[in-house]
């Protein structure tokens, strides 16, 4: 079975804009290789109605679900409890979206795909890998 791959919603934005190489590693995958949680939708939608170019980023949320499978968070209630309460007991502080979007990876068997890896790799059962190629500074 091929590895399947949920991306956090930075990851998508970076896509979505053509940066940092991430297209590099989506464009050589099948569709039913990547996945996107709710979550992401939700964030993307704000952010384009946040935007001052609603038309052209409500384009992308639509895509997602037109393209990929989105997965629901209703089904991953459960992991999101235990793995915010062991975050909790090892007093690390993550967004709420971040801990559905890994519950999602774990209850689902995803990997998540992310740049903010301190974010995720903590999370029990969660497996994380980073597509974003940034340059090094030369200094």
């Known amino acids: 079975m091929e590895e399947r791959f949920i991306l956090d919603t930075n990851t998508w934005i970076e896509f979505f804009h053509k940066r940092h190489g991430v297209a590099d590693h989506i464009d050589v995958l099948p569709t039913t290789c990547l996945a996107a949680s709710e979550v992401t939708i939700a964030e993307l939608i704000f952010g384009a109605v946040n935007s001052s170019d609603y038309q052209r980023h409500i384009k992308e949320p639509l895509w997602l679900q037109e393209t990929v499978q989105i997965y629901p968070i209703s089904e991953v209630l459960n992991d999101y409890a235990e793995i915010r ?10 967004e709420d979206f971040d801990i559905l979007i890994g519950a999602t990876a774990r209850h689902f068997g995803l990997t998540v795909v992310t740049d903010n890896v301190k974010h995720f790799e903590p999370m029990p059962g969660v497996k994380v890998v980073n597509w974003v190629e940034r340059k090094k500074d030369s200094k």
């Open 85 to 94: 309460y062991d975050l909790k007991k090892k007093k690390l502080v993550v």
